[in-house]
């Protein structure tokens, strides 16, 4: 099942699957979203190392989980 960028949001933790991404994760590794766009998303990995999956070969590439909102929330006074 691969990602749809509409129904992807900032915070989302995604698996990389297919094709992976070579040179920067492998099949397995989870990235979590930090920017959404009409036609990509654009993640980091758990050192926070940046990435953008793009179009249909990038949606192809990222299957989503049961992860959601990952960011914390700012606390307000």
């Known amino acids: 099942m691969t990602i749809s960028y ?3 949001n900032v915070g989302d933790i ?14 397995g590794d989870l990235v979590r979203v ?6 990509s998303v654009r ?7 940046p990435c953008e999956f793009i ?3 990038g949606a192809a590439r990222l299957d ?5 909102d990952d960011f914390p929330k700012e606390v307000t006074e």
Request: charged share 30%.
């Open 14 to 27: 995604l698996k990389v699957v297919g094709y992976g991404a070579p040179g920067y994760a492998e099949n």
């Open 55 to 57: 179009f249909n070969c």
């Open 43 to 49: 993640v980091e990995d758990r050192d926070g190392k």
């Open 64 to 68: 989503p989980t049961e992860w959601k």
């Open 34 to 39: 930090v920017e959404v766009h009409v036609n």
């Open 6 to 8: 509409s129904k992807t």
